[in-house]
């Protein structure tokens, strides 16, 4: 069965860059998450889109935007990198707001 | 009390036991709930969802007790292959969509 998507696996940017993360999630699902989980750390919820709207946020830095595109595939912008954003980044999707979430692989981001 | 709380293990068990996990909540609003297993440097995946008083699926056994908030996971005849964190994970608010996770619990099952 396909599974969520996550691109790029590894990212390694200096302080102060930028970061795109994408997120393609299972068909038909239509609602998108996005986790943060340091080193050592539970995942932490950032935000979440349904159908394509917003629909809720976490502990998501102002730095950090995200929005979800009109085929539900998802991407998280990250600006103004510092070090403790290094973390792996998650993405989760879900058929309804409702329902089981499945994560995908992770990508994992370290900032130099 | 915390929003999720688990045992904070770490659990060794030999191959072939009974290990049982506990998680309390806060949240008296929450009407379902997860267990998610993570191995290192992966992604949770969904072990069980628990939406009345229990979910079993072959050696899992979840239960739970809305009075007490609290979730138990019950592994039988352990397997190395279970070996890996079990996460606790409870909506926020009541809601799906907003999932707070335990800080999970940590077992090797060592032959």
């Known amino acids: 069965a396909a599974g969520v998507i996550q691109s790029p696996r590894h990212l390694i940017k200096e302080k102060r860059e930028t970061a795109t993360l994408k997120c393609y999630p299972i068909p038909r699902h239509d609602t998108v998450y996005w986790y943060q989980q340091g080193p050592g750390q539970d995942p932490q919820f950032l935000i979440s889109?349904?159908?394509?709207?917003?629909?809720d946020k976490g502990s998501i830095p102002d730095r950090f935007s995200a929005q979800q595109f009109s085929d539900y595939h998802s991407e998280l912008n990250m600006s103004s990198l510092e070090l403790g954003d290094s973390a792996l980044y998650f993405c989760?999707?879900?058929?309804?707001?409702?329902?089981?979430?499945?994560f995908g692989p992770g990508t994992r981001l370290t900032v130099l | 009390r915390k929003e999720v709380e688990q045992d904070p293990g770490p659990f060794n068990v030999p191959e072939g036991a009974t290990v049982a996990f506990n998680c309390t909540y806060s949240?008296?609003?929450?009407?379902?709930f997860f267990w998610y297993r993570q191995d290192c440097r992966k992604e949770p995946k969904l072990l069980m969802s628990?939406?009345?008083s229990g979910n079993e699926d072959g050696r899992f056994t979840a239960q739970l007790n809305r009075a007490s908030q609290y979730i138990s996971l019950l592994i039988r005849d352990s397997k190395l292959s279970d070996s890996a964190t079990y996460l606790c994970v409870v909506p926020r608010g009541g809601s799906n969509y907003k999932l707070t996770f335990g800080k999970g619990t940590l077992l090797t099952v060592n032959p």
């Open positions: 949240n008296s609003a929450s009407q379902s």
């Open positions: 889109f349904y159908e394509k709207m917003q629909s």
């Open positions: 628990v939406y009345s």
């Open positions: 989760a999707s879900s058929l309804g707001r409702y329902n089981e979430q499945f």
